[in-house]
């Protein structure tokens, strides 16, 4: 019978290059387990820079919506109506542009939590009027 896999004899040692392969397993685990994580880190940046996508467009939707409501007016009135109403939202107002009835606004959303670092402030346009 052959000593392959056994411990010598007095020696303490594995035989035949056994000893080489020990911890291979946890090794394996451990990046497996890495790459886990490192696919829930990617899917948690993507998500917080979608809400923050998501949160940009309404908030600027409504925004256009409450000015081109105020335009009656007058045009700097309207435009106060959007940065009240993108304040509201979590916003802040870039832009309010005034186009005889109708109203275009660009907000922005700065992304929250761990994407804040890799991804930039989410901005927005909406353009609304009459009819």
Do not use: H, K
Not at 23 to 49: E, H, K, N, P, Y
Not at 92 to 104: F, K, R
Request: hydrophobic share 50%; with cysteine.
């Amino acid at each position: 019978m052959s000593a392959l896999g056994r411990i010598l004899p007095g020696s303490g040692r594995y035989s035949r290059g056994y000893c080489r392969e020990r911890g291979a397993g946890s090794i394996l685990v451990l990046a497996a387990v890495g790459i886990v994580m490192v696919a829930f880190t990617v899917v948690a940046v993507l998500a917080t820079g979608q809400s923050a996508r998501r949160q940009a467009a309404a908030a600027a939707d409504l925004a256009a919506l409450a000015a081109a409501a105020r335009m009656a007016d007058g045009s700097t009135q309207a435009c106060e109506t959007a940065r009240a109403v993108a304040t509201a939202n979590e916003a802040t107002l870039v832009e309010c542009l005034v186009y005889g009835v109708e109203v275009e606004v660009v907000v922005r959303v700065p992304v929250a939590g761990i994407g804040s670092r890799w991804l930039p402030d989410q901005d927005r346009r909406a353009r609304a009027g009459p009819g």
